[in-house]
């Protein structure tokens, strides 16, 4: 990740591995015990983020939530925080072909006619390590997909490892390794819904490097052009309401949600490059209380138009890098 920090050690505590319950779930928590930051995680519902509470000069701000009814939540997560492979997004009809054999993928968002979202986003991930020091406390989950997966007979290895630092950073590294013997196509998306505790959507400004909305029809949400578009310099989100994927110019590597009104700045840096985060959807709840922001590293349908489509050799690792963080 870019610029380098000196590492604030937890005055000779070590940080911790926590677990408590979530209804019926488990739930990890990395916690640094000076500062307060903390981080919720739910391996047995796809790994994801229950709770991130971060902290700048001594104010506790919890960037990510979910429901106190945990019951309900996990019967309708909405994706909240949800790792999204082997493909991010939609497919239209569920079906695409690759190196000319053709596959139909379930409909899982009938109302689009689509595939959306991959498969381990709500897949019960095994925790196979963690670790604890005084400058970082750690967790890796694991999920096997054997291939039975209909429309996807492609068999892979996901992992996601966290590590909370004690420099108040949360990073977050997923990756995939195709245990298969046949090359297989993949993509993946991070779908964190963001808040500013104290504050609402219209009080916040949006920065991120972006070079083209791309614009999707009104039936299927799929692409249908695009126009250039900067949000480099800041794009405010007051009296707007957006549901939108951009296409990310060559430099760029952070998105930033800043509340000029709270004093606070979320920072969301991700890996760039060939096969990496090359796009990003933007997406303001209509409560105003949240927003969706969105790391991908391909195109709606990209198994279908091949816009940032990745083909992952046998025993190759496909790997992404997220970092979160206050200033």
């Given at each position: 990740m870019a610029g380098e920090e000196p590492v604030?050690?937890?005055?000779?505590?070590?940080?911790?591995?926590?677990?408590?319950?979530?209804?019926?779930?488990?739930?990890?928590?990395?916690?640094?015990?000076?500062?307060?930051?903390?981080?919720?995680?739910l391996p047995e519902l796809g790994g994801i983020?229950?709770?991130?509470?971060?902290?700048?000069?001594?104010?506790?701000?919890?960037?990510?939530?979910?429901?106190?009814?945990?019951?309900?939540?996990?019967?309708?997560?909405?994706?909240?925080?949800?790792?999204?492979?082997?493909?991010?997004?939609?497919?239209?009809d569920g079906h695409y072909t690759y190196r000319g054999e053709s596959y139909q993928l379930p409909i899982n968002e009938p109302e689009k006619q689509a595939a959306i979202h991959g498969i381990v986003h709500h897949e019960n991930f095994e925790v196979v390590e963690e670790w604890t020091s005084v400058s970082a406390a750690g967790i890796r989950l694991r999920y096997e997909h054997d291939g039975s997966y209909e429309g996807y007979p492609f068999p892979f290895r996901f992992e996601i490892r966290y590590e909370l630092?004690?420099?108040?950073?949360l990073d977050i590294m997923p990756q995939a390794v195709n245990t298969g013997g046949e090359t297989m196509p993949v993509a993946l998306g991070w779908?964190?819904?963001?808040?500013?505790?104290?504050?609402?959507?219209?009080?916040?400004?949006?920065?991120?490097?972006?070079?083209?909305?791309?614009?999707?029809?009104?039936?299927?949400?799929?692409?249908?052009?695009?126009?250039?578009?900067?949000?480099?310099?800041?794009?405010?989100?007051?009296?707007?309401?957006l549901d939108a994927i951009?296409?990310?110019?060559?430099?760029?590597?952070?998105?930033q949600l800043v509340s000029a009104k709270q004093g606070v700045t979320l920072n969301l840096e991700y890996t760039r490059g060939e096969g990496k985060v090359n796009y990003q959807v933007?997406?303001?709840?209509?409560?105003?209380?949240?927003?969706?922001?969105?790391?991908?590293?391909?195109?709606?349908?990209?198994?279908?138009?091949?816009?940032?489509l990745y083909e992952l050799q046998p025993e190759e690792t496909y790997q992404m890098n997220y970092q979160v963080y206050l200033s």
């Open positions: 604030y050690f937890c005055l000779n505590r070590v940080m911790n591995i926590l677990t408590s319950t979530y209804g019926s779930y488990q739930s990890y928590i990395l916690k640094n015990p000076i500062t307060g930051d903390e981080v919720h995680i983020i229950r709770q991130l509470t971060l902290t700048k000069e001594g104010e506790s701000f919890t960037v990510i939530d979910t429901p106190a009814d945990a019951e309900a939540f996990g019967a309708n997560p909405k994706y909240a925080s949800a790792f999204l492979f082997p493909w991010p997004s939609r497919i239209k630092l004690s420099t108040g950073k779908h964190p819904y963001f808040q500013l505790p104290g504050g609402t959507v219209d009080d916040w400004t949006i920065y991120f490097p972006a070079a083209r909305q791309i614009h999707l029809d009104d039936a299927f949400m799929m692409p249908a052009g695009s126009e250039p578009f900067d949000a480099t310099e800041g794009y405010k989100l007051k009296n707007r309401s951009y296409e990310l110019n060559e430099a760029g590597y952070l998105t933007v997406y303001t709840f209509p409560d105003r209380q949240r927003v969706a922001m969105e790391p991908l590293t391909a195109n709606v349908n990209a198994f279908n138009n091949g816009e940032g």
